[in-house]
């Protein structure tokens, strides 16, 4: 098995500089860096991940802790991440919390004990233990989708503008009641989303009806009984937007369970797109979140943090795309249109 001095020895270099390439402790002349590369490449060197986090306090993973990775939306989150951090060299574990406030705190400590460098999370509706514990425990952490305070670094798409959006897009279309699906409250994704839903009726001149604002939880059975709920309201629903991808399914189950169909009696359209909602007979009108791309910035944020910890907290908005399909009871145009007045991230803010 080859050692660190071998690779000098075939590099022409000292074992310091072996060491200083392989833990980034100190620059390198790029002709030396890749000499050293070349070098354990030749002889198949593999570093002693352990001994390096010895010396270094680095063991180059990150902690990723996320609920319903299953969840089309999450699991391309998850690429994004894994794919950010293999680039960088960073290995990931990973931790689903179930959005149980004890587990999540139990999942993060976890990773914290097994000494990644710095913690992913999606908090839960209920965060005050995981934010004690990354407090106290000064874990370097970046908070992911759902927002908590200003104290951390967090990334998550826009959620109120894509709503109003869409509550815009039924209206012109004719509908004056326009139901919204919920996502489990004391989330900030259910609460910016409902944001939105009420900021679009406002613009439009339609009242809110308490009774076309249904809890689904986040979950397809919750959605599934919230439509039931709806469409049990005097004034039921022309259309309905749901908050997620998971219970836009619970509302399909529903609807074809009262033998409604899409869009002839009732329009449907959803935030959250996912790859197979254009082989739907209607296609979804979705709203598209930038899923890799949150997952990518969130390790950026905390690589960016491990390297300068004393900078301020940033919060980092990612911009949705309107994908215009016929579930909403008009043709689609362009199915990949950007969402008009959906802003990008504030100030532009480079996170490379």
């Not at 080859?2 to 690779?7: H, L, P």
């Not at 919204?180 to 989330?187: I, S, Y």
Request: aromatic content about 4%; hydrophobic content about 40%.
């Amino acid at each position: 098995m080859a050692t660190m001095a071998d690779v000098a020895r075939r590099a022409g270099v000292s074992v310091a500089t072996v060491s200083h390439v392989l833990n980034e402790t100190r620059p390198v002349r790029p002709d030396t860096r890749r000499a050293v590369l070349e070098a354990i490449d030749d002889l198949g060197y593999t570093p002693n991940t352990l001994a390096r986090s010895l010396v270094t306090a680095r063991t180059r993973s990150i902690g990723l802790a996320v609920s319903a990775i299953s969840n089309p939306y999450v699991t391309e989150i998850l690429q994004g991440v894994e794919s950010s951090a293999l680039e960088r060299g960073y290995g990931l574990l990973i931790a689903d919390p179930h959005d149980d406030p004890v587990h999540e705190r139990k999942a993060v400590q976890l990773l914290h004990e097994r000494r990644v460098d710095g913690v992913i999370v999606a908090p839960s509706a209920e965060p005050a233990g995981l934010m004690d514990y990354l407090t106290r425990h000064e874990v370097p952490a970046v908070l992911l989708d759902r927002l908590v305070g200003d104290i951390h670094d967090q990334v998550c798409a826009e959620n109120a503008p894509p709503v109003e959006q869409l509550v815009l897009h039924l209206a012109d279309l004719g509908h004056t009641r326009v139901g919204l699906v919920a996502g489990l409250p004391g989330l900030s994704t259910t609460t910016e989303r409902i944001a939105g839903y009420r900021a679009g009726l406002e613009r439009r001149g339609l009242p809110f009806r308490p009774a076309l604002l249904a809890d689904g939880h986040s979950e397809a059975g919750g959605a599934e009984d919230a439509v039931h709920r709806l469409l049990a309201s005097p004034e039921p629903p022309t259309a309905i937007i749901t908050a997620n991808n998971a219970m836009t399914i619970g509302a399909l189950r529903a609807l074809r369970r009262a033998g409604l169909s899409v869009p002839g009696d009732l329009a449907l359209v959803c935030f959250d797109d996912f790859s197979w909602a254009d082989v739907f007979s209607p296609g979804l009108t979705a709203i598209s979140q930038p899923s890799r791309e949150i997952g990518a910035t969130a390790v950026r944020l905390l690589l960016d943090r491990l390297e300068n910890p004393g900078r301020p907290p940033r919060t980092v908005r990612l911009p949705c795309t309107f994908v215009h399909r016929t579930s909403c009871g008009c043709v689609a145009e362009d199915p990949d249109r950007p969402l008009p007045g959906t802003p990008g991230p504030p100030g532009k803010d480079p996170v490379s």
